[in-house]
């Protein structure tokens, strides 16, 4: 791919506007004066000499576009500052030294930031975890797919677990309070509701312009493809059935038989730490959902980690003689029948070693305090781990590590790299159990632009299939009351996913979700409080609104749903109509000037969010201190007037300063080319 270079044009400069005593050839006028000056000067060899130059403006009459990069593209690899070669034995050794320092920064850093993300989790359930238990208490309303699919969205965003809303479902299934195929559409929004993860990693990057635009593309393809795919997908299981009858067939045909667990590789690294600081008990959340009112009162921080079960004989009642253990240990007393039973329970041994065992706080509180905490370590881990990353890809190591993920097979395979990246998502996914954090990881390279998003899309379509293989192989080690249930579930995630992948990756016009991404991506680099509307507006407004509506009845669902579905489809055709074919439109529709400036543009939405913030700094100022009241010289200062020579005043002068194009300076910004000499 060839570099684009800028135009060179031929540079006019504007003549100086002249003047009684001005004269037609200033060359020969410089000429001139020297030779008037030279008996002077060697009269006066100690003094100054002044040697006038040809006089030209300063004013470019010409302004050159400046073709810069488009900043959603990856960035050019910077050389660094002395080259390998250049360097003495001395320097290549601490160069190595330092270079083997970053890695170990780097692999601190990503610990400590997938410990975050793991309490994280712990912070959401707390704070919602029982709301989310009580949502998926009314089996009926969830017999309604839109609902279902809605449900599916805000548990799993409230709780930032995916395994965690799909067991609960397990549960429900298995207890014969929901069905296998209400449970779909709920699985379908829990694969919604799990991204949310990686774009709230990509606010983490807001701070430079570029790296957002970048990083929020890398964050959100990943909601766009599950978006898609449900948009398709949903209302043809509805119509059809087809990943019920599919995965059900498939369930009856195998002979599966409860094995193992899948191994925990990474909990293995993360839960020594995690464990000191908080430890849940997720069946509370199972318990309420089941409509346990016990439950209710229960907490979910985990007290007692260490539990003996114990077999005790026991005198207890039963309703008649029949129901004794034997009739040797059978006798009566009155209306009372009695009986010798061995009685099972648990005895608390020793209490867990986390920091909230004994603190007398309420879940609310803890989750609070545990949100703030792992937003901040979080965040932290994320700057520095982006600030290391920087240093760290410079020059021949950057190049070699771009060219390695980013480039394609040769000519007759190049079709298969996106196929390997899937695979490379998939057993990444499955060694660190938890799409969450692979996607979390990768977000912040492609905003420093270490990976494409062409790249990025496949290595996320990967993970999705790799988190439903940890599912299946978790629901293999169910026990046999709910092994069937909770395998069709974990098959009916993995086809859903499979079936989006046929639908949005194999034939490049269909790769929706990157041309959706990278276009999110610009509006928030341009307008980042966007970016936080875009995460309320989608993950819990959509899913609040529908919910309450399906509550209130079918006919209010379809009521308000069937027109803002209508609108959405005309503006839509309208787009592509005005971007491909506009000839065929009235003149009036082929552009949206006939609108009103804040239906068609965020501009107007900018300055008022802009104002209330404004408003806000403001007024906690004048709180605070005396700085909102400025001095009257502040008040009343006003441009200082330039004196502008009498040869000039005919003459419009403009002065532009020359300064480089920043990385935060929009595409269209030129720059004026000057090419002048001082008098």
């Known amino acids: 791919m060839k570099e684009a270079r800028p135009e060179v044009r031929e540079k006019t400069m504007a003549p100086w506007p002249e003047s009684d005593n001005s004269h037609a050839d200033p060359n020969k006028f410089v000429q001139e004066e020297k030779e008037k000056g030279s008996s002077s000067n060697n009269a006066h060899s100690s003094g100054n000499k002044i040697e006038l130059q040809p006089t030209c403006s300063t004013i470019a009459l010409v302004e050159e576009p400046v073709v810069q990069q488009d900043p959603s593209d990856m960035p050019k690899v910077k050389d660094p500052e002395i080259k390998w070669s250049e360097r003495d034995t001395k320097g290549k050794i601490t160069a190595v030294f330092r270079g083997f320092g970053k890695v170990i920064l780097i692999f601190i850093f990503l610990y400590f930031f997938v410990c975050s993300l793991d309490v994280l989790s712990s912070a959401f359930q707390l704070v919602g975890g029982k709301m989310a238990g009580e949502i998926f208490r009314d089996g009926s309303v969830l017999s309604n797919p839109m609902t279902g699919l809605m449900i599916g969205i805000l548990v799993t965003a409230m709780v930032q677990s995916s395994s965690t809303s799909t067991s609960v479902v397990v549960s429900m299934v298995s207890s014969s309070l929901l069905t296998v195929k209400a449970a779909i559409p709920i699985v379908m929004g829990a694969n919604i509701g799990t991204s949310i993860t990686n774009t709230?990693?990509?606010?983490?990057?807001?701070?430079?312009?570029?790296?957002?635009?970048?990083?929020?593309?890398?964050?959100?393809?990943?909601?766009?493809?599950?978006?898609?795919?449900?948009?398709?997908?949903?209302?043809?299981?509805?119509m059809t059935g087809y990943l019920y009858h599919v995965t059900s067939a498939m369930v009856k045909t195998f002979n599966i038989k409860s094995g193992e667990n899948a191994p925990d590789l990474l909990k293995v690294l993360t839960d020594p730490l995690t464990k000191l600081i908080i430890r849940l008990d997720k069946k509370v959340i199972n318990e309420i959902a089941l409509g346990s009112e016990a439950a209710k009162k229960k907490s979910l921080i985990k007290i007692w980690c260490k539990k003996v079960e114990k077999v005790t004989l026991s005198n207890v009642t039963v309703p008649s003689p029949e129901n004794c253990t034997s009739p040797s240990f059978c006798w009566t007393n009155g209306n009372t029948t009695w009986t010798l039973m061995n009685i099972t329970y648990k005895q608390n041994i020793a209490k867990c070693k986390h920091a909230f065992v004994d603190v007398g706080l309420s879940d609310e509180t803890i989750g609070l305090i545990l949100l703030a905490l792992s937003l901040l370590v979080l965040c932290t881990c994320l700057i520095l781990m982006v600030k290391v990353l920087n240093s760290v890809l410079k020059g021949q190591v950057a190049s070699v590590i771009k060219k390695t993920i980013n480039t394609d097979f040769p000519f007759p395979f190049a079709w298969l790299t996106g196929y390997l990246a899937i695979l490379v998502g998939t057993g990444m996914t499955f060694i660190v159990q938890s799409s969450s954090v692979f996607t979390s990881a990768i977000t912040p390279l492609v905003g420093i632009g270490v990976i494409s998003l062409e790249r990025a899309y496949p290595l996320t379509l990967g993970s999705n299939i790799g988190t439903t293989t940890t599912a299946i192989l978790a629901a293999l080690a169910s026990p046999g009351s709910t092994l069937q249930n909770s395998l069709q579930i974990a098959l009916c995630h993995f086809f859903f996913n499979i079936s989006g992948i046929l639908l949005w990756y194999p034939i490049p016009f269909t790769r929706l979700p990157i041309r959706l991404a990278r276009g999110l991506g610009n509006i928030t680099a341009n307008y980042r409080w966007f970016a936080v509307f875009y995460l309320i507006f989608c993950f819990f407004l959509i899913p609040l609104t529908v919910f309450g509506l399906s509550l209130a009845g079918l006919p209010y669902l379809m009521g308000v749903g069937i027109p803002i579905i209508v609108v959405v489809f005309v503006v839509l055709s309208m787009n592509f109509l005005q971007s491909h074919c506009p000839q065929i439109l009235p003149k009036k529709l082929q552009t949206w000037d006939f609108l009103p400036l804040w239906m068609r543009s965020l501009q107007p939405w900018d300055e008022l969010v802009s104002l209330m913030m404004s408003c806000l700094q403001l007024r906690g100022c004048c709180r605070f201190s005396k700085c909102c009241h400025l001095p009257e010289e502040e008040k009343k200062a006003k441009e200082i007037p330039i004196k502008v020579p009498e040869v000039y005043e005919n003459t419009a002068v403009i002065v532009e300063e020359t300064q480089p194009v920043?990385?935060?300076?929009?595409?269209?910004?030129v720059k004026a080319v000057s090419n002048c000499t001082a008098l």
């Open 200 to 238: 709230l990693v990509a606010l983490m990057q807001a701070g430079n312009r570029d790296e957002f635009r970048r990083a929020f593309a890398g964050g959100t393809v990943h909601d766009f493809f599950n978006w898609l795919s449900v948009l398709v997908l949903l209302p043809l299981e509805v």
């Open 662 to 669: 920043s990385k935060t300076q929009d595409p269209q910004d």
